[in-house]
């Protein structure tokens, strides 16, 4: 090695230690701020007095929940944990009477979630059930390159009827995720959660720990299969689920929370928490060091990527837990059917029945229909003029059955308004369906709730005690009933 390269060496080794030592004053100082910031002050103390958690029967000391999504359960096969996926095309009921077709995994898209020890041997056996290949993907997971899944280089994709066993040790730890590795089906729904729990617990120990996956279809009126191709999408789930058909987050006030974000699709959600901070403490590669945990309120979650938040629920109350995204928070936005509602707004290049996808000929993303339809194989609506917004009908509207139909609150001189209507047409009273998303969970919300929550939006309730155990015992009480299904569509 000649000298000038030693020397630079030399000083880079002095620049990094600076670094190190720098960093660990920053992580120190950090973790002041955390101690005194309102929620971190007492969760010392706190994991102090908890006692250790029993094992549960999966083996794991605080399993995972995932609202909406089926756990998977596996067989123990010679110290080898063997869980078995099925890739089908599955109806799933995204929103009260919106059934669409996706693509997932054992009847459920996304896909049973997995939860295993750091260190477990797995054999999981991938069956294919759709009418085209596929291939499983291990989202992180460092495993034999042939074990990996890509089709085509470290493996055959599996084809429709076949089956791939893939079997690996895993010794990592945090929220990973497998999906397809086919890209369109990945817009179908073909994503799951794999959890690895560490084999030594993390600290400070959660009391509760929750996983959701994101996800985005873009669907058209009156049609019940994403369209995979589209750049614009109207349908934002949490574990499969629109709001308010999410299930919230119920915990107890002064647990410590954990929750896990998932993302897999087009864009990237930044995530938000009302009336707590919290800290993230997890990313896709696993537990993050404690020097990493700034304060915040919003993850964004990019895609392809997970994100681990925790804090302490010390606020009581129901608190929003949302995608921040203004489109991300709404239901069925297609970009001429909010126009067309009006008496004298619409005036794109076809009718009503193609704006509403009722077409009678060619596809929706043709050259002919998708422009109109702001379906285009673009990201706009090229064919489109431009319409101001216009006065609401007199009477008439949208009515459906089922739904609350409050009497939206209007000022006098509205009309005479640019940019009326807005919001109060998008979402509130005349939204509100508190009956047809009834379940315990939702138990004690405020009356037309549900009008204001549309997409990727759910609940973190920090409950009372005795509120929370009531809900819990209702749960119970009502495991094995069917979801509701919306009267009359
Ligand atoms: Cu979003």
């Not at 209007?410 to 369906?433: C, I, K, L, T, Y």
């Amino acid at each position: 090695m000649n000298k000038a390269r030693r020397k630079f060496i030399q000083s880079a080794a002095a620049v990094g230690a600076g670094l190190l030592a720098s960093g660990k004053a920053i992580a120190a100082q950090q973790e002041k701020q955390m101690q005194d910031m309102p929620g971190m002050q007492h969760e010392k103390k706190k994991a102090e007095e908890k006692p250790v958690p029993q094992v549960s029967q999966l083996g794991i000391a605080l399993p995972v929940e995932t609202p909406d999504v089926p756990k998977l359960p596996w067989e123990m096969d010679s110290g080898v944990k063997v869980f078995h996926l099925i890739a089908e095309p599955v109806k799933q009921e995204i929103f009260p009477g919106r059934v669409i077709d996706l693509w997932g995994y054992n009847g459920s898209a996304p896909g049973p979630t997995i939860q295993v020890n750091q260190g477990d041997r797995v054999r999981i056996i991938v069956d294919n059930h759709l009418p085209e290949a596929t291939s499983m993907h291990w989202h992180g997971f460092e495993v034999p390159n042939d074990m990996d899944g890509a089709p085509g280089s470290s493996q055959d994709p599996i084809a429709p009827g076949g089956r791939f066993v893939y079997e690996f040790t895993l010794h990592q730890e945090g929220t990973y995720f497998y999906h397809s590795h086919m890209a369109m089906q990945e817009m179908m729904g073909m994503i799951g959660a794999f959890i690895m729990h560490p084999k030594k617990a993390y600290e400070p120990r959660a009391d509760r720990d929750f996983a959701v996956i994101l996800q985005e279809y873009a669907i058209l009126p009156n049609n019940t299969v994403p369209n995979s191709m589209n750049m614009e999408f109207n349908w934002l789930t949490f574990n499969g689920k629109a709001g308010p058909a999410t299930t919230p987050l119920i915990v107890r006030l002064g647990d410590r929370v954990r929750i896990r974000l998932i993302n897999l699709g087009m864009d990237h959600h930044p995530i938000h928490l009302h009336g707590h901070t919290f800290a993230v403490t997890g990313t896709e590669g696993g537990r993050q060091p404690r020097s990493l945990w700034g304060p915040g309120n919003t993850v964004l979650v990019g895609v392809a990527q997970s994100r681990d938040v925790e804090f302490v629920a010390n606020n009581p109350g129901d608190w929003m837990l949302h995608c921040h995204l203004p489109h991300h928070m709404m239901n069925q936005m297609s970009s001429m059917v909010g126009p067309m509602t009006r008496k004298n707004g619409m005036l794109a290049g076809l009718g009503m029945e193609e704006g509403m996808g009722m077409l009678r000929q060619g596809s929706a993303t043709s050259e002919e229909n998708g422009p109109s339809l702001g379906r285009g194989m673009g990201v706009g609506s090229t064919a489109d003029q431009r319409v101001v917004n216009s006065p609401l009908q007199a009477e008439g509207g949208m009515q459906h059955p089922g739904m609350q139909m409050g009497k939206p609150e209007v000022a006098e001189n509205a009309n005479s308004v640019p940019g009326f209507p807005q919001d109060a047409f998008m979402e509130g009273p005349m939204m509100a369906m508190d009956e047809m998303v009834d379940k315990p969970e939702n138990l004690g919300l405020r009356r037309g709730w549900s009008g204001f929550m549309m997409g990727m939006m759910t609940f973190v309730r920090v409950l009372p005690p005795d509120q929370y155990d009531k809900i819990m015992e209702l749960r119970e009480k009502q495991q094995g009933k069917k979801p509701m299904v919306m009267p009359g569509m």
